[in-house]
């Protein structure tokens, strides 16, 4: 009986907040510091810590998908992840996407295709199709469409969206 | 959201301690619904405890004797790609396909989906309703089409989780651990219908937490399908679903289990349809009287009625599906 | 020079006559065999590696060093007073800055006699109070501590209910908008018209209440300069903020800057100065600070404007041979509390087809729930559904064809006024996607177990000719590129590609040599709201205008510098030809002699062609497939013709299309705002319950333009693309449904729900004959003429 109220005890210090705490976070390879509520979601961190505005703030609930990013390889809903659950684990944005000052292949072809029309969702949709070429470099139609189901288009880009994934899976299957 | 403490759980017995000594707490894992009550200001705890961080919890195991344990903190989208499950249950594999969107799979876990809260919008919404300790339930005469046509109690609202059904289909059985000590009962008797003191349609006590999921290995022969109707292409909640299991010796159909998703506060076995089926052969004619038995004793409430013939569409699709396999 | 001069424009359905100055337009327009390098080919969308790579900002993404964040305290009630606000415990908060309410802002007048923060609370969502503080987090934690006290008022949700002597009334001056007569036009004599018919039909239509969610929200940065104000906002119309900002706020317009430069779509919910740029503008005052309002998705949804929903009675009476000889439709678009009329609800009855005997009945009404705003081919999109319902009626009870029916009734001039047509290529239309879709094989019954597939098809008639006023200036720089800046703003259409591509072509300049400017009244004039399908038209002549006059001026330099007549000189690509003597110089050689004298070419948009009706016409093709077991509803495949004249950018103009039409698949199907009628107050104001299409839910699109410029609207030929595709999808739907499972559903979404009805209606009980043949009837197919 004691120990456990010991142990209760020290349990209680591990709590944190509900005030301004440091955290530390890898997004796409740089580390960052930051003050901020246990509360506050990736999401917001992302945009009004980082200025990182690429992913967009929709529906704040998992809802949309405008907020996607990779935390550790997997799309996610950035809203739906308090900043304090990421310590430690690699988050990936659309800022992240181009390397050497070239545009990812899945940009490149959105461009192309017109694959966005007001682009508010495109953030997220690039990288949902993102993780999806990072495991499968050609993926059929229907992954295409399966990896890209959790993310709305309010302008309905979808089939332009379709079409511009599908070129970057022909180029792959060329190569 | 209001503001909280967070804290990292180190253990299971870590996780309660807290979840008995902070009266005004919640667990989180995927936080896929946690955070949307929270958002919403329906849910607002003082401390949040991260069960993520436990050791193994996201473990899934098989015993090479045909049964599973999941660790309730194993995400979605990790029991949906695990060989075992497509392999020896494929209906849960069915269910997770088109269960949530990726992005959610890949967050939400198996722990936190069964004990999630009704869609219910009147629950969801800045309603006082039966779940939140008032009386009385707005649903009743209100917008239902969402609302169940089974057990009905002083709440209509439906269990939305898309794994249960199937779950219960393969005989699941969770394990529960509190500051008390570790249970595992049926996943069956873990839903129970809201009423009297119990605003709730899980029979999880404050200070307990879902440890594991168990699947137990089937019959010989056990064959399933999973059905899901949504209001539209994906990512959705069920309007109905159904999930079955049977297996067949010399053609007659030994054991059973139908269960209905979504319109009822908790998955719904279809008892009389199984009845109906049980040591018959499985053919045209019984898969009528069957469909039709799985619909005995509906009653909608306005809005929902067509989810009586959805339900018996499903449960007619299902068994035909199975009719020569 | 400019004059003075009567022009009828024509916005959402709606023509007025009006005065405008304007600059008789001096550009020959391009003839359709004109040879043009950049417009009319694919160009991809300036400022589109901004968009891929994050780094498009929009108004959601202006951050300003020291910015707070605004949140507002809305009613929880449909309709109440408003007996007192406590904000004390708000305003201890720590990191508040800023509090709000109708105790200590400004009265400024707002929707008629109301106000900015109104005694009275109208809908579940009406402003009541605004907080500014250090963080979003502060500012919510800070709603939840202002204590309002309201005495709960009757409401009224129900139009119909509303239209009720008896009934709670939302304004003061009525609930039915210009009186309990409504809107009506007629032409004809009616009853003459049904007595001469054979047949007369009547039924009732209703649409649902669509909410807009443009994924970015009605958001703003409002912040100070002195006594200055610059708003960042995500609007369609600029200049309109501007005004209305400007006015609300007592200021003169020269103090007054907004600027859009990526915005994240407004489908009409964004047309003029809302209340909460002027929250935040009043809130960076009082606290000296730049404040951010960004709504959540939720308030979006209660307060950001919902498409009119509409109960429709249409009467129509034919012959025997299927010309309509009379057509009265009584509509009734519930506009919420604070909507306006401008719905045209009528408009395909009055002007789609040669009918002599019409009347049309328009009521607006207001009601307690969350305002209405133009959408995407405001009242077009309802009336058409119920009319094309009706002509799709109307040939399977006559067993004919849908589209000869359609082809009987064809109106070869405006039955409204007469006037001739610009162009009408809506017959055209139809014989392509008549083919494409395979209309004519169509009567093979294609069933597959209880899946039945049907096609459907419906017409639209929309306008989208623009006229002025709207400029534009370019200027060119001493190394041969070009500034092209207006006031109007690009809200994901491609208005700055399509703008650039008609500069670079009037220039001779590469299009990567011109960059454009738009969404910022002070650098660009002024350009109307990116609304009615109208700013192609509109604003592309005043582009080119510009562009022309900018050539001239260069051209006549050149011609200086080159000893050459400027009438031998021509410019493509950036070079300067003259044919003879055969010389060529680089635009940048003169422009680097002439050094830092600037060219500026001002161009204006013309009046629009007297006496003559512009029109954009389209006609789709929906084939779907039904499980009459499940009600399941799938959209296989859409076919859409369209013409808007010429087609500047096939890319950007494919893509309007695409997108309206699955804007109308979500509007056909799955998408309708829940009200729950015993609080009034909105069950599924989020993105979980409302639904909209994802790509699983999109079918195969395949369309075809009509692409041939209309030479008598205006100098580039172009029709706007932006609202004619929505019109007939969820028409062309709903007959699909009807051709598969023989049921026909005149209420909007077509869910599984009313599908299992109707089904369970017929098999319960046969329909009478002279009705629409139940599935059973199916198979004696009419045969096609």
């Known amino acids: 009986m004691k120990d456990t109220v010991r142990s209760g005890v020290l349990a209680q210090r591990r709590r944190r907040g509900p005030g301004k705490l440091q955290l530390r976070l890898n997004v796409n390879g740089e580390t960052y510091e930051v003050m901020v509520e246990p509360r506050r979601t990736l999401l917001d961190v992302l945009r009004d810590d980082l200025g990182l505005t690429g992913a967009k703030k929709v529906c704040d609930r998992g809802q949309c998908g405008a907020c996607t990013v990779l935390l550790q390889g997997v799309p996610v809903y950035s809203c739906l992840k308090l900043a304090i659950e990421c310590e430690g684990k690699p988050v990936e944005t659309v800022e992240g996407l181009m390397s050497n000052g070239r545009l990812h292949p899945l940009q490149q072809a959105f461009i192309d295709h017109d694959a966005f029309q007001c682009g508010f969702c495109t953030p997220g949709i690039l990288m949902s199709l993102k993780a999806l070429f990072d495991r499968n470099d050609s993926p059929t139609e229907d992954e295409v469409r399966q990896a890209v189901e959790g993310n709305l288009c309010r302008c309905g880009a979808y089939s332009k969206v379709l079409q511009a994934a599908l070129s970057v899976a022909r180029a792959n299957e060329q190569e | 959201m209001r503001a909280f403490d967070y804290v990292d759980a180190t253990s299971v017995e870590d996780a309660t301690t807290f979840l008995q000594d902070e009266a005004d707490s919640a667990l989180i894992a995927g936080g896929t619904e946690l955070l949307v009550l929270m958002k919403n200001k329906v849910i607002n705890p003082r401390l949040l405890i991260n069960v993520k961080s436990i050791d193994g919890l996201h473990r899934i195991r098989a015993d090479g004797e045909g049964s599973l344990t999941i660790g309730s903190v194993a995400t979605i989208a990790e029991l949906g790609s695990d060989e075992v499950v497509q392999r020896s249950f494929p209906i849960l594999a069915d269910a997770i396909r088109v269960a949530a969107s990726p992005q959610l799979r890949n967050m939400a876990t198996v722990g936190g989906n069964l004990c999630q809260k009704p869609r219910c919008w009147y629950y969801r919404g800045s309603f006082d309703c039966f779940l939140k300790g008032a009386r009385g339930c707005h649903a009743l005469n209100g917008q239902n089409r969402g609302s169940g046509i089974f057990g009905r109690s002083e709440c209509y609202a439906v269990n939305p989780s898309d794994l249960a059904p199937p779950l219960v289909a393969l005989g699941a059985s969770v394990v529960i651990q509190s500051p008390q000590g570790r249970k595992q009962i049926s996943l069956a008797d873990f839903f129970t219908l809201p009423r009297g003191e119990l605003l709730n349609q899980t029979i999880l006590g404050r200070d307990e937490m879902v440890v594991e999921v168990r699947i137990p290995k089937q019959p010989h022969r056990s064959r399933g399908v999973f059905l899901k109707a949504m209001e539209r292409k994906t990512w959705s909640f069920a309007q109905a679903s159904v999930a079955m299991q049977l297996s067949r010796s010399d053609d007659r159909i030994e054991d059973v289990r139908i269960v209905l998703g979504a319109i009822a506060p908790i998955p719904w076995r279809a008892t009389a349809a199984e009845d109906a089926l049980r040591a018959r052969a499985l053919t045209r004619q019984l898969i009528e009287v069957a469909s039709a038995a799985a619909v005995e004793g509906a009653h909608p409430s306005g809005d929902n009625r067509y989810k009586v013939t959805l339900v018996r569409e499903l449960v007619k699709r299902g068994l035909s599906a199975l009719l020569n396999t | 020079m400019p004059k003075i001069v009567r022009t009828r424009v024509e916005f959402e359905g709606e023509v007025r006559e009006r005065m405008a100055v304007v600059v008789e337009d001096q550009v020959l327009p391009w003839s359709a065999r004109e040879k043009l390098d950049i417009v009319g080919r694919p160009h991809p969308r300036v400022g589109g590696r901004q968009i891929v790579t994050g780094g498009a900002t929009y108004t959601a993404d202006v951050q300003i060093p020291g910015m707070l964040h605004c949140k507002i305290r809305r009613s929880p009630l449909p309709h109440a007073e408003v007996l007192s606000i406590d904000t004390a415990e708000a305003q201890t908060l720590f990191g508040v800055r800023g509090v709000l309410t109708h105790a200590n802002a400004p009265r400024i007048r707002w929707f008629g006699n109301s106000f900015l923060f109104d005694r009275f609370v109208r809908f579940e969502g009406d402003e009541v109070a605004a907080v500014a503080a250090d963080s979003e987090e502060i500012a919510e934690d800070a709603l939840d501590l202002i204590h309002v006290r309201y005495r709960e008022l009757p409401f009224v949700v129900d139009p119909e209910q509303a239209m009720k002597p008896d009934a709670p009334r939302v304004h003061k001056e009525g609930n039915v908008i210009g009186g309990p007569e409504g809107d009506v036009y007629e032409r004809g004599n009616l009853e003459e018209g049904f007595a001469r018919s054979n047949h007369v039909f009547s039924e009732r ?478 069950l599924n104001a989020n993105l979980e319950a409302y639904k909209i299409p994802t790509i699983l839910d999109i079918p195969i699109i395949e369309h075809a333009l009509i692409d041939r410029p209309d030479e008598s609207c205006n100098s580039i030929g172009s029709k706007g693309a932006g609202e004619p595709p929505i019109i007939p999808t969820a028409a062309a739907i709903a007959n699909a449904v009807y051709d598969a499972a023989g049921v026909r559903v005149r209420s909007l979404p077509i869910t599984r729900e009313k599908i299992l009805v109707e089904i369970g209606k017929l098999k319960l009980q046969p329909k009478p004959a002279g009705e629409a043949p139940g599935p059973a009837q199916k198979r004696r197919r009419p045969r096609r003429g």
Request: proline residues 5%.
């Open chain 3, 205 to 682: 239509y209703e649409t649902q209440a669509a909410v807009h969610n443009c994924l970015e929200p009605h958001c703003c940065v409002a912040m100070w300069n002195g006594d200055e104000l610059v708003l960042w906002t995500s609007t369609q119309h600029a200049y309109g903020v501007r005004d209305g900002v400007a006015a609300a706020l007592g200021l003169p317009l020269h103090k007054v800057r907004v600027i859009c430069e990526f915005m994240g779509a407004g489908f009409g919910s964004k047309q003029g100065a809302g209340k909460h740029e002027v929250i935040a503008a009043l809130l960076a005052k009082m606290t000296e600070r730049p404040v951010r309002l960004y709504p959540s998705r939720r308030e979006e949804n209660l307060a950001g404007g919902v498409r009119h929903p509409t109960i429709q009675y249409l009467r129509a009476g034919v012959r025997r041979d299927g010309k309509l000889m009379a057509l009265h439709l009584r509509s009734i678009a519930n506009v919420g509390a604070y909507g306006t009329d401008s719905s045209e609800v009528g408009g395909p009855v009055r002007e789609l087809y040669d009918c002599a005997n019409v009347r049309t009945e328009q009521f607006a009404v207001y009601t307690n729930a969350g305002p209405a705003a133009a959408f995407r081919a405001p009242g077009y999109v309802e009336g058409m559904f119920a009319l094309e319902s009706m002509m799709d009626q109307i040939a399977y009870s006559l067993s004919m064809d849908p589209l000869q029916l359609r082809l009987v009734n064809y109106a070869r001039k405006d039955p409204v006024r007469g006037a001739t047509y610009s162009s009408k290529p809506l017959d055209e239309a139809y014989r392509t996607g008549a083919k494409m879709a395979g209309w004519n094989l169509r009567a093979k019954a294609q069933q597959m177990g209880a899946r039945r597939r049907g096609l459907g098809m419906a017409s639209q008639i929309w306008g989208g000719g623009g006229g002025p006023p709207a400029y534009a200036i370019i200027r060119l720089n001493s190394d041969g590129t070009a500034d092209l800046v207006t006031g109007t703003q690009d809200i994901g259409t491609g208005t700055k590609t399509v703008l650039v591509q008609i500069a670079a072509e009037e220039l001779g300049l590469k299009a990567e040599d011109i960059r454009i400017t738009v969404g910022d009244t002070l650098a660009g004039p002024y350009a109307p709201v990116s609304a009615g399908s109208m700013t192609v038209p509109s604003m592309g002549p005043a582009v080119r205008a510009a562009a022309k006059s900018a050539r001239e001026e260069l051209l006549s330099l050149a011609s200086a510098l080159m000893q050459v007549s400027a009438a031998s000189l021509s410019i493509r690509n950036g070079i300067i030809t003259s044919t003879t003597p055969s010389k060529t110089v680089a635009v940048s050689d003169v422009t680097r002699r002439i050094g830092d004298f600037m060219i500026v070419g001002k161009g204006a948009r013309g009046p629009n062609p007297p006496n003559v009706k512009v029109r954009t016409f389209g006609a789709q093709f929906a084939e779907v497939e039904v499980d009459v077991e499940t009600g399941d509803v799938t959209v296989t495949r859409v076919v859409a013709v369209h013409d808007f004249g010429r087609i500047i950018n096939p890319l950007t103009s494919g893509s309007q299309i695409e997108g309206g039409i699955v804007q109308g698949i979500g509007f056909a199907l799955m998408e309708e705002r829940f009200v729950d009628p015993e609080s009034g107050t909105s």
